[in-house]
């Protein structure tokens, strides 16, 4: 993405899977979002046995994943993309097979929920750090509120596969949320896609970055109403944007000062817009990406 205006709709899966919420990046503005179900599991996780040509089977799609977006639904495509196939021609397709190359693995990846019609609008190249999230927005006929759908890189001799977890907008369209694998290869490539109902109009087109993401590893516990919390972590200085996001999808900018930022902490203010409750706190990078660690803190009342 190439400015943080970009990030609106950012989608970030969170507590191990249990809510997906669009987070927008107009201050103060709450947008709902999607409720996941628990399925929406880490099926990047599921390794694909490349053994024999044609003989080995798509990976389980996994069981709800364990850590705030890393294992849910965006999972590390990684080595269960890269599986190795047999001879040329010889591996099935497997699910989403009609975007791999011809002659690989079956994807360790099962797309989920009735999709008819999916296609990603002309975007420019974006621009993505190794080990971070991405989100792409797409246009569809039909499809369930939330979804998979299985994507494949261009790269060779070692392509990758990635989870790409769908949450619709109820207008026609919404946005896939990913995470490019640590060990993807550096520069410009493709990211072809197919859902239940056949390939994903266009492709995704990224330029793989090798630059540090940022590493969000704590917040403070309880933050008092219009409170400031402070985010903790690792190279943080290029973190552009952070927001609070709530059980329900609603969300707050948490507004920050570049005085307030070093490379492991970040003060935010939270605005008297984000109510008393439990949140967790999402920070993004122009040009790199989103923490894939989402951590917990709840707004509290003071006396």
């Known amino acids: 993405m190439a400015s943080s205006s970009r990030a609106a709709g950012l989608v970030a899966l969170v507590l191990g899977g249990a809510f997906v919420a669009a987070i927008g990046c107009s201050s103060g503005s709450a947008k709902k ?21 044609g003989a080995s089977e798509p990976g389980a799609a996994g069981a709800a994943g364990e850590s705030p977006v890393g294992a849910a639904g965006a999972a590390e495509g990684g080595a269960a993309g ?52 991405q989100l792409v927005p797409y246009d569809v006929m039909s ?9 494949v890189s261009d790269t060779t001799p070692n392509p990758y596969d990635l989870v790409l977890t769908g949450v619709s907008n109820n207008d026609g369209g919404g946005q896939f949320a990913f995470i490019v694998p640590e060990d993807a290869p550096l520069g410009a490539q493709t990211i072809s896609a197919a859902c239940s109902g056949g390939n994903v109009a266009n492709n995704i087109a990224l330029e793989v970055s090798d630059a540090a993401p940022p590493v969000v590893t704590g917040v403070t516990s309880f933050v008092a109403h219009n409170g400031s919390p402070v985010v903790t972590g690792s190279n943080l200085s290029g973190v552009t944007y952070l927001a609070a996001v709530a059980a329900d999808g609603s969300n707050y900018e948490c507004t920050f000062a570049p005085t307030s930022v070093t490379d492991t902490s970040i003060t935010c203010k939270l605005g008297p817009e984000a109510q008393l409750g439990d949140y967790v706190m999402v920070a993004y990078q122009d040009g790199c990406g989103y923490a894939v660690n989402t951590p917990a803190f709840a707004v509290k009342q003071t006396f």
């Open 33 to 53: 979002a999607v409720l996941p179900g628990d399925d929406a599991g880490a099926a990047g996780a599921a390794e694909a046995a490349g053994g024999a040509a």
């Open 82 to 133: 890269a599986a190795e196939g047999g001879a040329a021609g010889a591996g099935e397709a497997g699910a989403a097979g009609a975007a791999g190359a011809a002659g690989a693995a079956p994807l360790a990846c099962t797309p989920s929920g009735d999709v008819v019609g999916a296609s990603f609008p002309t975007e420019p190249i974006y621009t993505v750090c190794r080990g971070a999230g």
């Open 143 to 151: 499809s369930p509120a939330e979804f998979t759908c299985c994507g």
